[in-house]
């Protein structure tokens, strides 16, 4: 089942926020909200608190159980960009956009969560070269 979560009109553009999404996709919810509460963006903190309303989505309206949800999509869109203007030099104007995006997240419990098995940890030191033999001189 998938359950989703939307944030819209956020006051950040889509292209700060897409980097913190990018990092979440395709991973376990515990993995998704280390990542997110770590991770020192603002953007991080917005994605974190649309993730946590879709892990809410999913206990309350559809009795799912969180550890076995995965991210199955983050995406952020761009929403509407407020337009202002800003005095400049010799009576002209500039463009100032301040720019907005929505965050959607989908959660799912079809996507079987896949734990990569323990690396093999090197045993002493590094293998060692032989080492040469001291040349003679030939009589």
Same mark, same amino acid.
């Given at each position: 089942m998938e359950v989703k979560a939307i944030q819209r009109y956020v006051r950040m553009s889509a292209f700060k926020v897409r980097d913190v999404t990018r990092e979440i996709q395709g991973r376990p919810v515990a993995a998704a909200l280390d990542i997110v509460s770590f991770s020192p963006k603002k953007a991080a903190f917005l994605v974190q608190k649309t993730l946590k309303s879709a892990i809410a989505n999913a206990e309350n309206n559809h009795n799912l159980r969180a550890d076995r949800l %995965? %991210?199955? &999509? *983050? %995406? *952020?869109? &761009?929403g509407a960009t407020i337009k202002r203007f800003i005095p400049k030099a010799r009576g002209s104007a500039g463009p !100032?956009?301040?720019?907005?995006?929505?965050?959607? !997240?989908?959660?799912?419990? &079809? !996507? &079987?969560? =896949? =734990?990569? $098995?323990?690396? $093999?940890? *090197?045993r002493g030191a590094a293998k060692k070269k032989p080492a040469r033999k001291a040349a003679t001189p030939k009589e």
């Open positions: %995965v %991210v199955k &999509e *983050a %995406v *952020a869109g &761009e !100032i956009r301040k720019r907005t995006c929505h965050i959607f !997240i989908t959660l799912s419990d &079809e !996507i &079987e969560i =896949k =734990k990569r $098995a323990p690396k $093999a940890k *090197a």
